[in-house]
């Protein structure tokens, strides 16, 4: 479809692209929020493990080990290693206009647990992950994504939209986001990687 086609297209439906818009924001964007926060909650309680779950996009949803934790503290919230949920972009790295478009896989954007650390500064960070490469292999090969130039390392949460779709019909998120609590299990399985990569990272720290 030619461009000029595509405006016409738009103009006549924008009625219902604003408001499919809106709702998306105002309406569906609260709800899928409070079952990414439930999923992580309910995990990091079963887990033992540290971490926060706001039901708002807009704020930091994030856990780790215990293990992890600077300081020994438990009042400390600074982590050696911790990952969050995060937004990927889609392939022309640009975001969607929704919540709901970035969950759903628009256009190969996507939503991810990407860890980062409190103990080294950015230039740091990446440093150390390029000369990890054997644990950074590891890692690729138990499905983690390594990004060298950005410095990111995250697990990716393949959402299905025909389970999205049902969730929203059935008024239940929870079997829709199920993949999120499979991506927080492959985070526990690999504890013996990032074990290893945590003690790196103290190294580094120390020097």
């Known amino acids: 479809m030619s461009e000029p086609n595509v405006g016409a297209v738009i103009v006549k439906h924008i009625d219902e692209l604003e408001a499919a818009l809106r709702y998306a924001n105002t309406t569906m964007q609260p709800l899928l929020a409070k079952a990414a926060a439930r999923v992580l909650d309910e995990k990091r309680h079963e887990l033992g ?4 779950a706001p039901a708002d996009f807009d704020e930091a949803m994030w856990l780790a080990p215990e293990d992890w934790r600077m300081g020994g503290s438990s009042e400390e919230n600074d982590f050696y290693l911790s990952f969050s949920l995060q937004p990927a972009p889609c392939f022309d790295d640009e975001e969607p206009e929704t919540w709901l478009g ?3 896989g628009f256009a190969g954007a996507g939503i991810r647990l990407e860890a980062s650390t409190d103990a080294l500064g ?3 960070w990446k440093a150390l992950l390029r000369s990890e490469q054997s644990l950074i292999d590891e890692l690729v090969a138990r499905g983690f994504r390594f990004e060298p130039k950005a410095g990111d390392i995250a697990l990716t949460i393949v959402m299905n939209r025909e389970s999205l779709a049902a969730g929203f019909e059935d008024e239940m998120l929870d079997a829709a986001f199920e993949p999120m609590a499979h991506a927080i299990d492959g985070i526990n399985s690999a504890r013996p990687v990032l074990d290893l ?6 190294r580094a720290a120390d020097r």
């Open 49 to 52: 493990w540290a971490g926060e």
């Open 197 to 202: 990569l945590v003690e790196a990272i103290k």
């Open 122 to 124: 950015p230039r740091a």
């Open 102 to 104: 970035t969950i759903a």
